[in-house]
């Protein structure tokens, strides 16, 4: 197909992005706007019309579907780009200094004229600066789920209620970071 037929086929089925967005009830990240779903079907349009052949069956029906598949994959992407910034800027302490704060607080005098008592004094055995060290070595956001997981006692379906994300994405997460920390560790 040359330049000029797949320009006609893009025109002449450009509202099929719209019959589809259409179809599609709700569950889009917030945030996403109407303009960046139809954008997204749009690049599903382009992609249809690029890898259709006749043994496909009728056009408009493989269309729909590569449609939808390009809106929920950009929804999925947007939601991913949200989650990794949200993340990124969660992680302005060290996992070493979160995991501490509240022993600190605990043991912090409570006046001036007071000083910090023996106990305050915590003792981090080697085990445990190497599981920071390996901690630090994981993606923001593999170390938030580990963070929220073992140290926050929050369940995996919790985390992905609380992070609007999928409840498998977030297993997935989680299983890495622990097959990274288990090799960094051994």
């Known amino acids: 197909m040359d330049d000029k037929d797949r320009k006609r086929l893009i025109e002449e089925n450009i509202l099929l992005v719209r019959f589809v967005m259409s179809r599609i009830k709700g569950g889009f990240p917030e945030g996403m706007t109407e303009e960046d779903i139809y954008q997204e079907g749009c690049i599903g349009l382009i992609h249809a019309v690029d890898h259709y052949s006749e043994d496909k069956g009728p ?9 939808r ?3 929920l994959d950009g929804a999925i992407r947007y939601q991913w780009m949200i989650k990794k910034r949200d993340v990124r800027n969660s992680q302005s302490e060290s996992p070493v200094v979160l995991g501490l704060i509240p022993e600190i607080i605990s043991a912090a005098p409570e006046s001036e004229e007071e000083e910090f008592p023996d106990h305050a004094i915590m ?4 085990e445990q600066l190497n599981l920071y060290d390996a901690m630090d070595h994981l993606e923001p956001i593999e170390r938030a789920m580990i963070r929220e997981h073992y140290f926050e006692g929050q369940s995996l379906t919790e985390i992905a209620r609380m992070k609007r994300m999928n409840y498998y994405i977030v297993r997935s997460f989680h299983a890495r970071a622990i097959r990274k920390l288990k090799n960094r560790l051994i």
């Open 69 to 71: 598949g390009a809106i």
């Open 59 to 67: 056009f408009a029906t493989y269309a729909c579907h590569r449609i």
């Open 123 to 126: 003792e981090i055995t080697d």
